[in-house]
């Protein structure tokens, strides 16, 4: 079959590799038919995620048709049309039961190697390196989905991929950001990154009831989607002070929350981006947490900062004394998609949101080297990529 | 009350702690035996700085000795003789003129605090090791592993797959087979990536239902070694939390290094990934497998399904869209 594999920073291009295999009874074989990039795969892109290795292959956002099936699995059938979460979750360890199942304590083969860069290990995730269970990913034409009896969900015939297929990832995330801040009445929420996550965590905002959503970008053509798509009111951090703008929009009180879409790859212009880009550099520090710290200083206090951009090691002048002196709650982790899959189908299917407004480059397979370069340089527009094998 | 407690015996810290003292004074006195001189108060004499150039070439024996086997008595004892010479070098120098005689007693002084420490860690160490002695177990380097892992399934059905030493290759990446031979007795045999293959018998020693299984290595195991494993209920419904500890000593020479594998390079790691395999047998039904094991070959799809299975340790029997499934979750 044909498949996205990573060589190296900047080096992705589809290759031909075997057809996967069954390897254990509740796995189930799927035919890929839509395949999206992540922001997230930006990070393997640009080289910032560790335990990578040439050939992998990667993606963690598809939806296709069951081909096959292990014998542990009954809930599925061949030719069953399903969306698959990125996070591969048993469904019966005690995290599972929690709903917690990014958490799954057995879904990571490589689990040794997460204990010692993390203490314990996350679960597996499909395509995102080794350090997650070394699991080939989705940009392909067929992929192994293991615990597939929990994980993929049946999608009606009447939504199309489009409308479903960011059920896998972004959508939920957005959401879980969101949810995670506890919105009340009358409660503004502040966004870092208006990529896709940052998107639909505008939109999930909205839903849970936020009175006012505020989103923070430097590219006009993602601050255009926010307002035009999300409703949010804007600030292009390159233009104000971001500090200056967030007191003016909330009366000095600050947001009462904050949602962190960036993650480890954070910009920020002048000095304080120079900084971080030169620790990264020297191997100072692994990650450039601008963004998360410019959400903790300017959170209004007892507030929340929610973050949903992927951090991957150690972060450097993190300020501790903002939040204990006011009282602030960070809440993290990667999305427990399997909880959400369900309701938010609804939500897609009473038609109160349709998430293919973020598409914005369709293309095949073969042209995946094109789609990462056009996403990770924001050319053209690009907000999000969506490929047909 | 249970105290996780792997640390040194304090004998062997404080004969540690020595060891760095005498590393610091015997440089000292080499490099500097004049300054030294000045500061112990006796005569700036070519005689006597010649001896403390002695003496420091001493410091520096106990102070290796004292790092490197911190848990041998012999070379705490050898400081306790150190500072007696010490004491009588010093008591010798005051009677010179021209010694500084208050410092000279200060030094006196402390040398005399640091014999009292010296006697204190070469009587523990010595203490130790009769006992040892006494008991019959020699200086050896036996292996001895503790791990635990808690698994989701009730205390009964966690025991008696446990109790079926035959399920245990299962998820035990170098055993190959567990045979009951008779009553309380069991053959065990495991086979490295060279296809050495080891042999030997057990006899059970305790096998207390839901709560205690010990067995131990007859004698003509090539390898001696005992295992025992607890089994507790955890705290809320957490299910079953599953005590291992195993110890072994390996055979000097050949048969040695073909042992090593056995319980790999790290022993502690290989009971810890056997036991997460154990877990999620139990828990999930199956030993989930990824194309992209540890860092070994990249993730990409495989042509031989069993190829994996070799690597990942787990029994073919287990891998394959067919496989049964085992532990709880069928």
Redesign the interface.
């Known amino acids: 079959?044909k498949?996205a594999?990573w060589h190296g920073r900047q080096d992705i291009h589809v290759e031909h590799?075997?057809?996967?295999?069954?390897?254990?009874?509740?796995?189930a074989i799927i035919r890929i038919t839509s395949t999206a990039i992540c922001g997230s795969d930006l990070h393997l892109y640009n080289g910032f995620i560790p335990?990578m290795?040439?050939?992998?292959?990667i993606g963690h956002e598809f939806m296709g048709e069951v081909v096959?099936?292990?014998?542990?699995v009954s809930t599925l059938r061949k030719g069953d049309r399903v969306v698959v979460p990125f996070p591969?979750a048993?469904?019966?360890?005690?995290p599972c039961?929690r709903e917690l199942y990014s958490l799954c304590?057995?879904?990571n083969?490589?689990?040794?190697?997460g204990e010692a860069l993390w203490g314990y290990a996350p679960c597996?995730i499909f395509?995102y390196s080794?350090l997650m269970?070394?699991?080939?990913?989705g940009q392909a034409e067929y992929a192994?989905v293991?615990?597939a009896d929990v994980g993929p969900l049946k999608v009606p015939e009447e939504l199309t991929d489009e409308q479903v297929l960011f059920l896998s990832d972004i959508f939920p995330t957005g959401f879980m950001a969101a949810e995670a801040c506890g919105i009340r009445k009358g409660d503004v929420v502040a966004v870092w990154g208006c990529g896709p996550v940052g998107q639909f965590a505008i939109k999930s905002a909205y839903m849970l009831g936020a009175a006012k959503v505020i989103a923070i970008d430097r590219f006009p053509y993602r601050l255009r989607v926010a307002a035009e798509q999300g409703g949010a009111e804007t600030i292009n951090y390159e233009d104000v002070s971001v500090s200056d703008a967030l007191r003016e929009m909330t009366a000095g009180r600050g947001p009462d929350h904050c949602i962190d879409a960036v993650g480890l790859e954070g910009h920020a212009p002048g000095l304080k981006g120079a900084y971080d880009k030169a620790k990264t550099m020297m191997m100072l520090e692994t990650d450039r947490p601008v963004a998360l710290r410019e959400a903790i200083m300017n959170c209004r206090s007892g507030g929340t900062i929610s973050v949903a951009g992927v951090y991957g090691g150690f972060i450097d002048k993190f300020p501790m004394g903002a939040i204990v002196n006011r009282a602030l709650t960070i809440k993290s982790g990667q999305t427990h998609v399997h909880r959400y899959m369900r309701p938010l189908l609804e939500r897609i299917r009473s038609g109160e949101i349709d998430p293919s407004f973020v598409i914005t480059h369709r293309l095949s397979l073969d042209q995946v080297s094109e789609g990462y370069s056009t996403f990770s340089g924001k050319e053209d527009e690009c907000l999000k990529v969506v490929m047909t094998p | 009350m249970h105290t996780y407690a792997q640390a040194r015996p304090s004998h062997e810290r404080l004969a540690a702690g020595l060891g760095w003292f005498s590393l610091a004074l015997g440089t000292a006195e080499i490099a500097a035996p004049r300054t030294m001189a000045r500061l112990f108060g006796i005569p700036d004499d070519p005689r006597l700085v010649s001896v403390l150039r002695g003496f420091g070439a001493r410091e520096i024996a106990s102070g290796l000795g004292l790092l490197t086997q911190p848990e041998q008595p012999g070379w705490a004892w050898s400081r306790v003789g150190g500072d007696a010479i010490d004491l009588a070098f010093l008591g010798a120098a005051a009677n010179e003129d021209s010694a500084n005689h208050q410092r000279v007693a200060m030094a006196a002084a402390v040398v005399a605090g640091v014999a009292a420490l010296d006697l204190i860690c070469a009587r523990g160490l010595q203490d130790h090791q009769d006992s040892r002695r006494a008991l019959g177990i020699e200086p050896s380097h036996d292996v001895s592993v503790e791990r635990a892992v808690?698994v989701?399934r009730p205390i009964a059905e966690v025991f008696a797959f446990w109790k079926g030493y035959e399920n245990l290759p299962r998820f035990m990446q170098h055993l190959t087979s567990v045979e009951t031979l008779a009553e309380g007795r069991t053959r065990w045999t495991a086979t490295g990536p060279a296809g050495v293959s080891v042999s030997w018998d057990a006899e059970t020693l305790v096998e207390r239902e839901n709560e205690w299984i010990a067995w131990r290595s007859l004698e003509n195991a090539d390898v001696d070694n005992s295992g025992s494993v607890r089994f507790q209920e955890a705290p809320g419904g957490?299910?079953t939390e599953v005590h291992v500890h195993l110890t072994y000593s390996p055979p000097a020479g050949q048969l040695g290094r073909g042992i090593a594998w056995l319980f790999g390079q790290e022993p502690g790691?290989q009971i810890?990934?056997d036991l997460?395999r154990f877990?999620?047998l139990m828990?999930?039904?199956?030993?989930?497998?990824?194309?992209?094991?540890?860092?070994q070959?990249?993730?990409?799809?495989?042509?031989d399904?069993a190829d994996?299975a070799a690597m990942?340790g787990v029994s073919p029997e287990?891998?394959?869209?067919?496989?049964?499934?085992e532990g709880g979750?069928a």
């Open positions: 079959m498949a594999c590799v075997e057809d996967p295999r069954i390897l254990n009874p509740r796995d335990s290795k040439k050939g992998d292959i096959e099936t292990g014998t542990g591969i048993c469904g019966h360890c005690e039961s304590e057995n879904s083969p490589n689990a040794s190697m597996g395509g080794h269970g070394g699991y080939p990913g192994r293991p615990f | 808690t989701g957490r299910g790691q810890k990934d997460r877990k999620q828990e999930t039904g199956e030993i989930p497998l990824s194309e992209g094991l540890g860092l070959r990249a993730a990409q799809p495989v042509r399904v994996v990942a287990l891998v394959g869209a067919g496989a049964r499934l979750r």
